[in-house]
């Protein structure tokens, strides 16, 4: 049976647990990394982290371009190509439905009119057959009420 080996520790990295010992490689009498920053290594307080946080503003660039230099990349290219075909391709089935809805508005507006005009005929026609329908119905209560015509009535 095997003797049990103790943990082993990577030095720098952080125990999993308070109860794990850490093993330190001692050189020279300090214990590795004393004093030494690592990049990336987590501050032990803020005042730290401050002072080792440079304080340069965070560079935007719209064009990755402009920050590595020198023309667009193949994909920035064929970006913008695609980019423009699309905006056309856009703007030319944006120009075909206006215009069809256009041409489809201008004849039905045609189409009203005309009915407009139909209706406006048809009314008055109604309002000339009224009048005449009335002025029939005048004549006949004339006859009806005259006593001196002689009496049709009778003799049928």
């Known amino acids: ?77 064929r970006l913008r190509e695609g980019t423009g075909r699309l905006r056309g391709a856009v703007g030319s089935a944006l120009r075909h439905s206006y215009g069809s809805a256009a041409r489809s508005l201008g004849g039905l507006g045609g189409a009203l009119g005309r009915a407009q005009v139909t209706a406006a005929a048809a009314a008055h026609c109604l309002r000339l057959a009224r009048r005449d329908l009335r002025a029939v119905a005048d004549t006949i209560d004339i006859v009806t009420a005259c006593h001196l015509l002689p009496d049709i009535r009778g003799q049928l």
């Open 1 to 77: 049976m095997a003797a049990p080996r103790p943990p082993r520790v990577v030095p720098g990295e952080a125990s999993e647990s308070d109860s794990e010992p850490e093993l330190l490689v001692e050189t020279s009498g300090e214990p590795p990394g004393a004093g030494l920053k690592v990049p990336g290594e987590a501050s032990e307080t803020d005042e730290e982290e401050e002072q080792q946080r440079p304080k340069t503003p965070p560079v935007l660039a719209e064009e990755p371009a402009a920050v590595w230099g020198g023309g667009p990349s193949l994909l920035q290219q």
